[in-house]
Antibody, heavy 124, light 108 residues
Framework: QITLKESGPTLVKPTQTLTLTCTFS??????????VGWIRQPPGKALEWLAL???????RYSPSLKSRLTITKDTSKNQVVLTMTNMDPVDTATYYC????????????????WGQGTLVTVSS | DIQMTQSPSSLSASVGDRVTITCRAS??????LNWYQQKPGKAPKLLIY???SLQSGVPSRFSGSGSGTDFTLTISSLQPEDFATYYC??????????FGQGTKLEIK
């Protein structure tokens, strides 16, 4: 059974750096075709993809946020960490991590398991 | 980058109705298209991957079709639990992921 859970601060001040941890179970991030992604959703708005990290340590970032994001993994701890610098009130959102399955034979990929999300508010 | 546009943005329908939601990509994405359902306060749930493959455990009243730039999600007979927001997402690009802006399905 695959589960993921996000953790981190619920409130950050403008200009601060946000660090979120995704702790997962039921899969290994050293298995071919596996990745973990971060997606956020401002209140009442659409989903926005932020970053992805794969089993081979390949990393992908949203072009619009790339300069502010860093994603890393700790395979031994079953954790993925996302840092976002220079936080602003517009970054207030629920942040989700999700299991990314990549079917290597066909190239299809999708987020098939999601964490419950964590609401981060940016305010002074 | 690849833009995903859903229509309509919102939709009112009744239990038992057949409903279709459309997603259009700004360039051809073959069949690299996924659909998710999200209920208020909950994480998204994968419904369809590879444009038409039903995720395990998802009711068969959900179906997906399309390829290239135009895709549809169809619910054959709406059930009360289907009222939610639906998102498409392209997985064609190996560089980034893009979601559509969502379609809110409401009870008429």
């Amino acid at each position: 059974q695959i589960t993921l859970k996000e953790s981190g601060p619920t409130l950050v001040k403008p200009t601060q750096t946000l660090t979120l941890t995704c702790t997962f179970s039921g899969f290994s991030l050293s298995t071919s075709g596996v990745g973990v992604g971060w997606i956020r959703q401002p209140p009442g708005k659409a989903l926005e993809w932020l970053a992805l990290i794969y089993w081979n340590d390949d990393k992908r970032y949203s072009p619009s946020l790339k300069s502010r994001l860093t994603i890393t993994k700790d395979t031994s701890k079953n954790q993925v960490v996302l840092t976002m610098t220079n936080m602003d009130p517009v970054d207030t959102a629920t942040y989700y991590c999700a299991h990314r399955r990549w079917l290597l034979d066909t190239g299809y990929s999708y987020f098939d398991y999601w964490g419950q999300g964590t609401l981060v508010t940016v305010s002074s | 980058d690849i833009q995903m546009t859903q229509s309509p943005s919102s939709l009112s329908a009744s239990v038992g109705d057949r409903v279709t939601i459309t997603c259009r990509a700004s360039q051809s994405i073959s069949s690299y298209l996924n659909w998710y359902q999200q209920k208020p306060g909950k994480a998204p749930k994968l419904l369809i991957y590879a444009a038409s493959s039903l995720q395990s455990g998802v009711p068969s009243r959900f179906s997906g079709s399309g390829s290239g730039t135009d895709f549809t999600l169809t619910i054959s007979s709406l059930q009360p639990e289907d009222f939610a927001t639906y998102y498409c997402q392209q997985s064609y690009s190996t560089l980034w992921v893009t979601f559509g802006q969502g379609t809110k399905l409401e009870i008429k």
